[in-house]
């Protein structure tokens, strides 16, 4: 179950689910009793920061830029807008500004969460990627210019766009954006499952110094007026 109606509202829950069982990245929990007569369990979570689910932050492509819990927690809510491409961009292909500008259709405000998508899905983290079948769309330096010109405070990802896809996109994708504080927000789930296009989101980081990235549980709030 991924959506909820609460009252006038519409909350959609976009996390990744994770199992420790089946996880193919870094997912261990250790579970134990501390004793006495009363159980009083704790885990240890063994995990990597870029976990299912996941919030990137400058700390992850430079040494000097902001770690997690150096940057404020409005980076991490706010107005958000859902950019699908459907199949109008060419399999494998780079997003332009021209596609970001057509599909947008002036809607991205500064200050805005932008989440990209297309038809060609697939699962990420699998042996699958970045094979012959893996078909997404890719992003990079240009689709990175003009999301800073924009002043988005954060770009997401559907499973329909790569932020991965080879060394030349990937890092002046990075280091373009995460230069001015912009984090990434990754293998988002449940994308369908939205009615509009536009609505308020969450997905706050665990608070930790030093901390480059973070799984996040990030959900959508769909009917509330300053966010629609």
């Not at 991924?2 to 990744?16: A, F, Q, S, W």
């Not at 807008?81 to 021209?98: P, S």
């Not at 200050?111 to 990079?140: H, K, M, W």
Request: hydrophobic residues 35%; proline residues 5%; negative net charge.
């Amino acid at each position: 179950m991924c959506v909820y109606e609460m009252g006038n509202l519409r909350v959609i829950d976009l996390t990744k689910e994770l199992h420790p069982e089946t996880e193919s990245r870094r997912c261990h929990l250790f579970r134990f009793n501390t004793g006495g007569p009363i159980p009083d369990y704790h885990t240890i979570m063994d995990l990597t920061s870029h976990l299912g689910t996941h919030c990137e932050c400058p700390y992850h492509h430079d040494d000097t830029w902001p770690s997690v819990a150096e940057l404020p927690i409005t980076n991490f809510l706010g107005r958000a807008v859902y950019l699908n491409f459907g199949e109008t961009v060419a399999k494998r292909g780079q997003i332009t500004a021209e596609d970001l500008e057509r599909v947008s259709a002036g809607r991205v405000k500064e200050g805005d969460v932008v989440i990209i998508d297309s038809a060609y899905q697939i699962e990420p983290f699998t042996p699958a990627t970045n094979t012959d079948a893996d078909q997404r769309l890719r992003v990079g330096e240009e689709s990175a210019r003009w999301f800073r010109e924009k002043k988005v405070k954060s770009v997401g990802f559907g499973d329909g766009v790569s932020v991965e896809s080879s060394n030349e996109d990937v890092k002046p994708f990075h280091d373009i954006l995460m230069a001015e504080n912009i984090t990434f927000l990754e293998v988002l789930k449940n994308l369908d499952q939205l009615k509009q296009d536009i609505f308020f989101i969450s997905f706050s980081p665990l608070p930790i110094y030093g901390l480059d990235s973070c799984p996040v549980r990030v959900y959508a709030i769909e009917g509330l007026a300053e966010f629609s």
